[in-house]
């Protein structure tokens, strides 16, 4: 008596997806959405940017998880995005320690107009279609 074979090539339909591919519900594994057009890659690298200025680190986090699997220059751009906002998060919980010694009223402000300037270039860039990379950001995301 012969056993039928045991790879994912024997599963049927409703069996589990691959390991590593996300289900579905119907045992087909999620497709990570059609290439984005070089127009549509330079205005979510952009939006990844400037969402920074307006949501902090919650703007390129969700710019990252919705295009990382889609397009290269996004992921990279929304990448870089939320490490900076996480250096910036970083730096405001030091300077609001350093408030009660007055000198983080002025860290503060300097973060800020960093905040500002760094994230409107960055996202002018990324509209370019040019790789930015943010002058002092930790690179944790990865």
Do not use: C
């Not at 969402?51 to 870089?80: C, H, M, T």
């Not at 900076?84 to 970083?90: E, F, K």
């Not at 790789?131 to 995301?141: D, E, G, H, M, S």
Request: hydrophobic share 45%.
């Amino acid at each position: 008596m012969t056993q039928p074979p045991m790879g994912p090539e024997s599963q049927g339909p409703g069996a589990p997806p691959p390991y590593g591919q996300p289900d579905m519900g119907y045992g087909q594994p999620a497709p990570a959405g059609p290439p984005l057009s070089d127009s549509d890659q330079r205005l979510w690298g952009m939006l990844a940017h400037f969402s920074g200025i307006l949501f902090a680190w919650l703007g390129p986090l969700v710019v990252w998880l919705i295009y990382k699997d889609r397009d290269a220059f996004v992921n990279d751009q929304a990448k870089e995005a939320l490490n900076w906002q996480i250096t910036l998060l970083i730096g405001y919980v030091i300077s609001g320690i350093l408030v009660l010694v007055i000198v983080g009223f002025v860290t503060l402000g300097l973060l800020g107009i960093a905040a500002l300037v760094f994230g409107i270039i960055g996202g002018l860039a990324a509209n370019k279609g040019q790789a930015y990379r943010y002058p002092f950001a930790l690179r944790l995301v990865k």
